[in-house]
């Protein structure tokens, strides 16, 4: 039976990110600890003052190839890879003079670091690390007798524990350690291989592997009763700038929904070139706008759906400053995002101590590539982002009257809202905003009905006289099946409807968009979202 604790007297330090690297060495050398080491690991420990061997010196065999070979030797692996309760392995290692390492303390070359820098295909291959790895799998594998680390996140969590244990590391310690590092070098892999893939135009290779890094473990999932974290993700969309990469100015802790709404708020807003708010409730637009500058997009969202609005999400496309600030103080809000917030901005949202504020230094390019995957039982569902935009380039007109300059400004821009609005998708717009939104019906009737509902509803709250629909246009996230979903929004007061076409009876939509003088362009292009 192996001992639960486990004496630390040699420890490996190999390293890539020399974070507390000295600090940590320093611990260990006054521990008594014999400390190996590499590289410009070795150095940076020499430059310390502190005693270490050169790995060299164990194998007795030299760094070659630019240092692609310098711990791929069995005087490494056997004292890294050696059962301490195997007579066989303990003779082995006598004989051949390997000694015991109980402490392996590696990271790994800068490969993803390296790819997001744009540095060619030779220096991306370059940074694979192939010895580093074998070392971690081989220590982390024997962690009955051998501690590893691979972030210096950790190295306060082994100092405290030896300091505890009289210069020990338990197995339970040990146990976790090794679970982090096979997590490290799985998520390592899949930034290489995801990497080489899309070298060769593989957007969907034999085996994939998709890999992410926690940032936080959050208090609840979507429910209470259910655990739930968040993770960043690694490889090709690390960096793209949203609710994963931005900076939380202030206020509580985000929840699983707030990110979850966070995200569908920002990447809508990035649709617009104009300056824009997206206000989000549940994962679905309620109101949306683009405007001369974001204060008046603000009124325009706003009024589209105030009450869904309350407690909702607010993102913008433009930086955030203090009259924004001062309209969106008057809101219960849960989240506000942007990629900038200025510095009176933040001052006036500190008033509000619970509110999230975000800011990203960024907008993510809503047409670059890149996938989405979703799970499903025993299984995976990958696919490209919805990057697909259109211009009036784009448009075919099928009906007798065209529509106007305005009606297409309109157009394109209720189509774009549509693609972010859950299926079966219906979005009402006029002037740059939207007026109705009907959104996650079994019946795409039901969401046109539903929307121009919405929208007298806030017509009236507002003690406006003229339903808001009333020379709107109107926007289908897929072809109208029958003409019923047409004719609702018809008896809604639009002037034009956007939708995709295709469907069998495009005929007889058609007839009724012409009966009823109604202007309808095609897409040919459809944006479900479920």
């Known amino acids: 039976m192996t001992e639960s604790r486990q004496p630390i007297r040699r420890a490996l330090l190999s390293v890539s990110d020399k974070s507390g690297l000295v600090e940590f060495a320093r611990f260990l050398s006054g521990q008594g600890v014999e400390l190996l080491s590499t590289g410009g690991s070795a150095r940076s420990l020499r430059e310390a003052g502190l005693p270490v061997r050169e790995v060299a010196e164990v194998t007795e065999f030299p760094e070659i190839m630019d240092g692609r070979v310098k711990t791929l030797h069995p005087r490494i692996h056997g004292g890294l890879l050696g059962r301490r309760d195997h007579g066989e392995d303990l003779a082995a290692m006598q004989q051949h003079g390997i000694p015991e390492i109980d402490l392996l303390v590696v990271n790994l070359y800068p490969f993803e670091q390296t790819v997001a820098a744009g540095a060619g295909r030779e220096d991306c291959v370059e940074k694979i690390d192939i010895g580093g790895p074998a070392m971690v799998r081989a220590a982390a594998k024997n962690h009955a007798f051998v501690a590893v680390v691979t972030n210096p996140e950790n190295y306060e969590t082994v100092l405290d524990e030896m300091q505890e244990c009289g210069g020990s590391l338990t197995l339970a310690t040990r146990r976790r350690l090794a679970a982090d590092a096979f997590a490290h070098t799985a998520a390592y892999d899949a930034a290489v291989s995801g990497w080489m893939a899309r070298q060769e135009g593989q957007s969907f290779p034999r085996e994939m592997s998709l890999a992410g890094r926690r940032r936080q473990v959050l208090r609840y999932g979507e429910n209470p009763h259910q655990k739930a974290a968040f993770y960043s993700s690694v490889g090709r969309d690390a960096a793209r700038p949203g609710v994963a990469t931005a900076a939380q100015l202030q206020g509580k802790e985000l929840s699983y929904n707030n990110l979850n709404d966070t995200d569908a708020a920002f990447e809508a807003v990035a649709e617009f070139d104009d300056p ?127 529509p ?127």
């Not at 639009?494 to 095609?522: C, H, N, T, W, Y």
């Open 404 to 530: 106007s300059a305005q009606e297409i400004a309109d157009l394109l821009f209720a189509f774009r809202v549509a693609k972010h609005v859950k299926s079966n998708a219906i979005v009402y717009a006029k002037d740059g905003a939207t007026v109705g939104i009907g959104a996650g019906q079994m019946s795409r009737v039901d969401s046109a009905r539903i929307a121009a509902s919405k929208a007298r509803d806030a017509a009236e709250a507002a003690g406006e006289t003229v339903p808001r629909t009333h020379g709107a246009v109107v926007a289908s996230d897929a072809f109208f099946p029958f003409a019923d979903g047409l004719l609702a929004a018809a008896d809604a007061g639009v002037s034009a409807v956007v939708q995709p076409g295709g469907s069998m009876r495009d005929d007889a939509v058609i007839e009724a968009a012409d009966d009823k003088g109604l202007a309808m362009v095609f897409t040919g292009m459809r944006h479900f979202r479920h």
């Open 276 to 402: 824009a708010i997206v206000i989000v409730k549940h994962a679905n637009p309620c109101g949306v706008a683009v405007a001369d500058g974001l204060a008046e997009a603000y009124r325009k969202a706003l009024a589209c759906d105030p009450v869904s609005a309350y407690g909702g999400i607010i993102a913008a496309n433009r930086t955030l400053d203090a009259d924004v600030a001062e309209m969106v103080a008057d809101l219960f809000a849960e989240v506000v995002i942007a990629p900038e917030i200025t510095e009176a901005a933040r001052r006036v949202f500190e008033k509000k101590a619970n509110l999230r504020v975000l800011s990203t230094g960024g907008m993510p390019d809503p047409a670059a590539s890149g996938l989405t995957a979703k799970t499903l039982a025993g299984g995976l569902l990958v696919q490209d982002r919805d990057g697909g935009r259109l211009g009036e380039g784009n448009l075919r007109t099928v009906t007798k009257r065209p």
